[in-house]
Nanobody, 124 residues
């Protein structure tokens, strides 16, 4: 079992930046691949970025490439999502997720553990 707690969301103007953090407790964090997902109003949950257990493989959804950076610090049991050049289309609840696998997945239902979500609102 692992528990995930996100933080760092908030209200920001277009062009601004936020850094989301997801702290894990329970089993050793290094045994999980991690993902960040988001869900906007009336939309399905979608992957934003994901990172393999080793950190050697990373995925970004096309609309965030070059703007968002996912990273992990196993010593701190934390995964981060640095978000730059935010725009109103990035407005959503952001969730971190973990799966007991070497490799990440881009499919939400392949993750066993989820945080409670943190709201990100980008004003124009």
């Amino acid at each position: 079992q692992v528990q995930l707690v996100e933080s760092g969301g908030g209200l920001v103007q277009a062009g601004g930046s936020l850094r989301l953090s997801c702290v894990a407790s329970g089993r050793p964090f290094s045994t999980y691949a991690q993902g960040w997902f988001r869900q906007g109003p009336g939309k399905a949950r979608e992957v934003v970025a994901a990172i393999s257990r080793s950190g050697g493989r990373i995925f970004y959804e096309d609309s965030v490439k070059g703007r968002f950076t996912i990273s992990r610090d196993d010593a701190k049991n934390t995964v981060y999502l640095q978000m730059n050049s935010l725009n109103p289309q990035d407005t959503a609840v952001y969730y971190c997720a973990a799966r007991r696998s070497v490799i990440f997945s881009t499919t939400p239902n392949e993750y066993e553990y989820w945080g409670q979500g943190t709201q990100v609102t980008v004003s124009s």
